[in-house]
């Protein structure tokens, strides 16, 4: 349990040095703008690359990695139903939505747990390659492509080509597999580069802080409380039953998957709200409320499981 709060300490840490700089007002009005934009188009790929060159992808094809995707998609689902037949939310904001729903912060907080809690940093591997060479994929594709009014066969097929994060975190996944051991100096500026990427996107989600009240009138509270319920409480809770009755799991196996599952939605999800400026009340809310009620959460999966 201390490896959680550790976690959550460093995150909340972080979080609060952003706030911090936009009460200061160090970098302008539009530091926070700046800082998404640099994370999304160079921090984030160069991370993305060194984690994923280093995996090991035989988790890939593991039960893990089936009882993770089924989690994240159920939720997805249940939110774009909801989304599009009952509030009828334009496609973006139903698109950030249902991604806040079951995309989990695999990395900031998902990688302090593997480690400190779990014991083992590859247990967050395949959820980790799960959404970014599937979620972040077909996301940033619709995203993309309802933004600009289109939504074109070729639009979809072009789109990889076109992000960065989604190029970065194939070229990883190509490198794993082929076992080519590149020379430390081809890594080194991607790890320097790869290093700022975290605490960019956690300052910025800060920054984002100042001056709003989360869960506020006329944000959108019935589509913020589902994301969030769905994200910390149902999520964890379906992972628990296809893990235990769907694939037989016990103990220690059992006690990880469930874990990750309760995570809380990545910052991550605002980053793709910020770069397309659609939907980033609701991304915002959901990454801080999960973020608070996951903890209690995963204390409660430690208590009960471990």
Do not use: C
Not at 14 to 42: E, Q
């Amino acid at each position: 349990m201390g490896g959680v709060l550790v976690g959550f300490g460093i995150i909340a840490t972080v979080i609060a040095v952003g706030y911090l700089i936009a009460v200061l007002g160090i970098g302008g009005p539009s530091a926070g703008y700046v800082l998404n934009r640099v994370a999304f188009f160079v921090t984030n790929p160069a991370l993305l690359f060194t984690v994923l060159a280093h995996a090991d992808l035989r988790q890939l094809f593991s039960s893990h990695l089936l009882v993770a995707l089924i989690s994240a998609v159920a939720m997805i689902l249940v939110y774009l139903l909801l989304a599009r037949f009952v509030w009828r939310m334009p496609v973006p904001e139903s698109v950030i939505g249902a991604t806040a729903s079951g995309y989990v912060n695999s990395n900031n907080i998902g990688l302090p747990v593997a480690v400190y809690v779990l014991g083992d940093a590859q247990l967050v591997a395949p959820v980790l390659l799960i959404q970014l060479l599937l979620f972040s994929p077909v996301s940033l594709a619709v995203l993309d492509t309802s933004t600009r009014g289109s939504a074109s066969l070729k639009d979809i097929l072009l789109q990889p080509v076109r992000n960065p994060i989604i190029i970065a975190s194939l070229l990883g996944v190509l490198v794993a597999f082929s076992g080519v051991q590149l020379p430390d100096a081809v890594y080194a500026p991607f790890e320097l580069i790869g290093g700022a990427a975290i605490p960019m996107v956690l300052m910025a989600f800060g920054m984002s802080l100042r001056g709003q009240r989360p869960f506020g009138a006329g944000s959108g509270r019935p589509q913020i409380a589902v994301a969030t319920v769905l994200k910390v409480v149902v999520m964890p809770a379906t992972a628990y039953l296809i893990a235990a009755y769907g694939f037989g799991m016990t103990g220690h196996e059992l006690f990880a998957v469930v874990a990750l599952a309760a995570l809380p939605t990545a910052q991550n999800v605002f980053n793709f709200a910020s770069r397309y400026e659609r939907g980033e009340t609701l991304a915002r809310d959901v990454v801080l409320l999960s973020t608070v009620a996951s903890v209690p959460v995963l204390l409660l999966v430690s208590v009960l499981l471990n």
